[in-house]
C-alpha cells in the first residue's frame, strides 16, 4: 500500500453461517488493512432485511458478527465496528442516491437477479440495494473497499453513482471508492458445487464451511467435496473447478498460491490433499472459534458497537451535510 493511510469501508451481512468464502475473500483483508489504515467495518443490518427476517434471529446474528469481527482479529481499538441501522445517514443517502440512480442498471445487477428469479414480483429492497450499499461506502468518502469477486458489480455501480453526482455537483462532492480483491480467496466455491459461489444460504449445509463449525463437520464437507475422475491434481479453474477450488481454499489459508500447492501435490491423490486441507482449515478455524466463545457472552459487545457508531456519525455527519447543501436539501 502507498504511504497515506487511506479510509477503508466494508461490510457484512448479519445472515448467520458466516462462512470461509466469507473469511477468506473479505475479513481476511479487513484485519490486514486496519494496521496501517483508517478503517470502518458496519454489520449491514438494513441490508439483511431487505428478505424477511426474525427479529430474535436478526438481532442474534448481528451480535454473532460483531463477535466474529473482533475473533477473527479485529480491533475496536484501530477500526470502528459499528451496526448499519445505528447511524440514520445510511437510509438518509440511500435516498438521496436511489433518486440519481436508473432503474435499467439496478435490473442489470446479478445478485439481484440471482435473488429474485422465478418470482413474478420481488422486495423493492432487494431492487434498490445496491443504492443502499453506494450509500455505506460514499458515507465515509472511503478510498478502498475490501470485498469478495461478487461485489465487483456493486462497487462499479457505487463508482458510477459518484461520478454522476461529481459531474453534476462538483469533483469534491464524493470521493470515487475502490474495490479491493484478493487473488486467492477473492471466490470460493461451493464444496458440492463447484460452478456455484459457497453462500451462507444454500440448503446443503455440506456445501460450505461456516466458521463456527466443529472439527468432525468440516472434515465431512471437506472429504465429501465435489472432485472429477481423472485423478490429477492441477490448478484449472475451467477443466478442474473442484480441485482447483481446494486448491485455492488451501493456499488461501496457507499463504501460498493455488499453482503452488498444485506443485506441492503433484502426482498425489485427491485423497491426500482434502485430509491435508482439513488439517489446514481446522487448525486456522480453531483461535477462531476460541475467541468467539470469550468474545459473544460478553456485555462489552454492545458498548463496543454504540461507541463504533458514535464514531461513524462523526464522520458521516458532515459528508452528509455537504451532500445536502450541493443537492440543495433542507433549510
Ligand atoms: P452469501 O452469498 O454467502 O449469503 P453475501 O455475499 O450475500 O453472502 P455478506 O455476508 O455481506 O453477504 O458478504 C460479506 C463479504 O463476503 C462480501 O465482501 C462478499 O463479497 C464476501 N463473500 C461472500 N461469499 C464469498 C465467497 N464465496 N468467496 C469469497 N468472498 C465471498
Ligand atoms: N452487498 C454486500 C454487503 C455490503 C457491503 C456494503 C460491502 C453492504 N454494504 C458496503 C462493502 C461495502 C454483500 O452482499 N456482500
Not at 435516498?95 to 445478485?111: A, F, N
Not at 476460541?290 to 462489552?300: G, T, V
Request: aromatic share 6%; charged share 25%; hydrophobic share 40%.
Amino acid at each position: 500500500m502507498t504511504d497515506k493511510r487511506l479510509r477503508v469501508f466494508s461490510g457484512v451481512q448479519p445472515t448467520g453461517n458466516i462462512h470461509i468464502g466469507n473469511y477468506l475473500g473479505a475479513l481476511r483483508q479487513f484485519v490486514a488493512l486496519q494496521e496501517e489504515n483508517d478503517c470502518i467495518y458496519c454489520i449491514v443490518d438494513l441490508h439483511a432485511i431487505t428478505m424477511p427476517k426474525d427479529p430474535a434471529e436478526l438481532h442474534a446474528h448481528i451480535l454473532d458478527v460483531a463477535a466474529l469481527y473482533m475473533a477473527v482479529g479485529l480491533d475496536p481499538k484501530k477500526s470502528i465496528l459499528f451496526v448499519q441501522s445505528e447511524v440514520p445517514g445510511h437510509a438518509e443517502l440511500s435516498w438521496i442516491l436511489t433518486c440519481c440512480s436508473y432503474t435499467g442498471e439496478l435490473s442489470r445487477m446479478t445478485q439481484f437477479k440471482d435473488k429474485s428469479r422465478g418470482n413474478e414480483s420481488a422486495p423493492t429492497g432487494l431492487f434498490v440495494y445496491p443504492a443502499l450499499m453506494a450509500a455505506d461506502i460514499l458515507l465515509y468518502d472511503a478510498d478502498v473497499v475490501p470485498v469478495g469477486q461478487d461485489q465487483r458489480q456493486h462497487i462499479e455501480l457505487t463508482r458510477d453513482l459518484a461520478i454522476r453526482v461529481n459531474n453534476r455537483f462538483g469533483e469534491d462532492t464524493f470521493v470515487v471508492p475502490e474495490g479491493r480483491f484478493l487473488k486467492e480467496g477473492a471466490r470460493v466455491m461451493a464444496l458440492d458445487d463447484p460452478a456455484a459461489k459457497m453462500s451462507k444460504s444454500a440448503e446443503n449445509e455440506m456445501s460450505r464451511i461456516s466458521l463456527l463449525d466443529d472439527d468432525a463437520k468440516i472434515k465431512k464437507a471437506i472429504m465429501r467435496a465435489t472432485t472429477d475422475s481423472d485423478g490429477e491434481i492441477r490448478y484449472d479453474i475451467q477443466k478442474k473447478p473442484g480441485v482447483s477450488n481446494l486448491l485455492a481454499i488451501y493456499g488461501a489459508f496457507a499463504g501460498i498460491s493455488a499453482e503452488d500447492v498444485a506443485a506441492r501435490y503433484q502426482g498425489q491423490g485427491y485423497g491426500t490433499l482434502k485430509k491435508d486441507l482439513v488439517e489446514i482449515t481446522v487448525d486456522a478455524l480453531r483461535p477462531i472459534k476460541e475467541r468467539f466463545a470469550e468474545i459473544r457472552p460478553s456485555n462489552e459487545l454492545a458498548r463496543i458497537l454504540k461507541d463504533g457508531a458514535a464514531r461513524a456519525d462523526a464522520i458521516a455527519g458532515p459528508v452528509l451535510a455537504r451532500v445536502k447543501e450541493r443537492f440543495g436539501l433542507g433549510v
